[in-house]
């Protein structure tokens, strides 16, 4: 079973992440909430209390298969400023784990020029810091380890990317029609 870590950060997009969350459990995907904060409940970019699964510092990086990073103002930043993440993100990518990014958070990705090469998408108007990357604008983008999405809209294909990537498409179109969404 592939294990994933998915981080919340003050500010970040509660959608986003939880959507993920929600899908990869239905999967049966073993998937960890982890807050970069310190405390286990983080406040969202619209006020809501989310409450982690457990803090980065109890992190065992080399169980997990994947890093997720949800988006969202200021939780791209506040994810982009945690120096063990930003460590660990270059290890997956490094050891060709896969790394997860969605909305703004992307640009994390950018900015350490993960993307070099790599097609890939973000949130409207962030094209710009996907430096060295072939920008598309399809809502979800998988390039070799490398899964980025669009913005909350585009939250439950970014996790049925996730599920085909990890797991299968045909998990990944049946998770989806159990929630009655079409692919």
């Known amino acids: 079973m592939s294990k994933v870590y998915l981080f919340f950060a003050q500010g970040m997009e509660e959608i986003e992440g939880l959507t993920v969350v929600d899908l990869l459990r239905r999967a049966k995907i073993d998937v960890t909430t982890v807050s970069v904060t310190g405390e286990q409940y983080?406040?969202?970019?619209?006020?809501?209390?989310?409450?982690s699964d457990i803090l980065l510092e109890n992190v065992d990086w080399l169980l997990g298969d994947m890093i997720v990073l949800p988006g969202g103002m200021p939780g791209t930043l506040n994810?982009?400023?945690?120096?063990?993440?930003?460590?660990q993100v270059d290890n997956y990518v490094n050891q060709g784990k896969r790394v997860a990014a969605i909305c703004a958070a992307p640009t994390?990705?950018?900015h350490r020029g993960i993307l070099k090469g790599?097609?890939?998408?973000?949130?409207p108007g962030k094209e710009d810091q996907l430096d060295g990357a072939k920008v598309v604008y399809d809502s979800v983008c998988v390039d070799?380890?490398?899964?980025?999405?669009r913005g909350l809209g585009t939250a439950i294909d970014?996790?049925?990317?996730?599920?085909?990537?990890?797991?299968?498409?045909?998990?990944?179109?049946d998770i989806a029609t159990s929630v009655v969404y079409s692919r």
């Open 42 to 51: 983080v406040i969202g970019s619209h006020n809501i209390e989310v409450k």
């Open 79 to 87: 994810l982009e400023a945690c120096t063990e993440l930003m460590k």
């Open 108 to 110: 994390i990705l950018g």
């Open 118 to 123: 790599k097609r890939a998408c973000c949130y």
């Open 144 to 149: 070799g380890s490398i899964i980025t999405g």
């Open 158 to 173: 970014f996790a049925l990317a996730i599920i085909e990537e990890l797991e299968s498409k045909k998990l990944a179109d």
